[in-house]
């Protein structure tokens, strides 16, 4: 058999287990996009870093589940951690407080399920604004306020301990898409995730 049969054999196996793959997970995704969704909302607050200072951003998901496997929906992201500096501003000085707030659609998908475990890859987007808040009693009440964007992929688990609630940790990244360059802090950082999920559908059922 000439030298290079085997490695040409090889990736031919890896390529064909890929393509394999990738159409059972398209046909997954197929059959429970036809099936009946249910509600869910959660919490979860993720720690970042801003400039080397960790810090944490907190939020609230509401959205709709598809066979326990896909899920999608709209949320909510807000820095949660008390970030102040002193800033120079049209030859003034304001004591000022970073501010981001984003709008997050979210998709997530389950590749891992039984009776109280669950591991999942979720990923969101952020459409919102980044800014200094004045905290001085006089001058302008915003500096600096601009738009941003950003794209955060993770892998998560999560552990179902009551009927209704859950709670998992995960790990992502946080990447800056659209930047707002008129602030000095770089929220691109690696991301530690902590969540509480509420089964709202399983309440609804038993009401």
Known sequence: MPSFIKPLLFLTICVMSLTSAAQEFEAELKEA??????????????TSFINQTGVRVSGFKLGVQFANKLSFGLGYNYLGSNLRRSLEFDGNSYFVRLRFNVISPYVEYVFYRDRHWE???PVQFGFGESYYSNENDLGPNRFEVGFVMTYE????????????????MGVGY?????????????????????????????????I
């Open 33 to 46: 996009i036809h099936t009946k969704p249910r509600i869910e909302a959660r919490f979860d607050s993720r």
């Open 119 to 121: 591991l999942s890859i």
């Open 153 to 168: 992929p993770a892998i998560t688990f999560q552990y179902r301990f009551l009927k209704y609630f859950g709670a998992g």
């Open 174 to 206: 946080r990447l800056m898409l659209v930047p707002n360059n008129g602030i000095e802090e770089n929220f691109t950082s690696p991301v530690y995730i902590f969540k509480l999920k509420l089964y709202f559908q399983d309440i609804l059922n038993d």
